[in-house]
């Protein structure tokens, strides 16, 4: 399933990139994401088999019309192949594409405690002389860390937590 996924955002930020009109279609999708979180209800009636796969594709071009008609096809074809509870997925990995293309790499951070302004600025440095991109941090805290931080960016996952290194520790110690 995430092949497909991949597929519809891949095919929809190509046809931006064509149309040179990417940032717009990613605002677009920024307000189709906002109303999808706002009525849950909407993608159920979209995907329900007691209206018709026309009924649907109708709802989805009347409700979307003063969009781009990139944003209104996608749409309606995620709603006509029985994907649109995927819509979610579809726009992260659209906003992925789009990171990439820009050179731009988000990471996400667990640490312990907050970090403070200095320590994120530091830490953004170091990930971008380490990844080559610009770099955006997405912090999250989770306090069975301990201490330290996780960082997850580009497909690695660099661990400096406490606990990693507890169980790394431990790990010698009783080898």
């Known amino acids: 399933m995430e092949q497909v996924i991949n597929e519809y955002a891949k095919a929809l930020f190509e046809l931006s990139q064509e149309a040179d009109c990417v940032k717009d279609i990613s605002a677009s999708l920024d307000t189709v994401l906002a109303l999808v979180e706002e009525n849950p209800e909407y993608l159920d009636f979209l995907s329900s088999p007691n209206i018709s796969k026309t ?13 781009y008609e990139y944003i ?49 600025s ?8 380490l990844c080559g991109n610009k770099v955006v941090l997405d912090c999250i805290t989770d306090k ?31 080898k």
Do not use: P, T, W
Request: glycine share 6%; aromatic share 4%.
């Open 55 to 67: 009924e649907r594709v109708e709802a989805v071009e009347q409700a979307f019309s003063g969009m």
């Open 72 to 120: 209104v096809s996608f749409l309606s074809l995620l709603c006509e192949k029985g994907r649109i509870h995927e819509i979610r997925e579809c726009i992260s990995e659209f906003k992925k594409l789009c990171d990439s293309a820009n050179k731009i790499s988000v990471a996400q951070v667990e640490s312990a405690v907050d970090l403070s302004e200095e320590q994120k």
């Open 122 to 129: 530091a830490l953004i440095r170091k990930l971008e002389k």
């Open 144 to 174: 069975s860390l301990l201490g330290g931080v996780v960082v997850k960016i580009d497909g690695k996952i660099i661990d400096g937590s406490i606990k990693h290194r507890l169980h790394e520790l431990k790990e010698v110690m009783y």
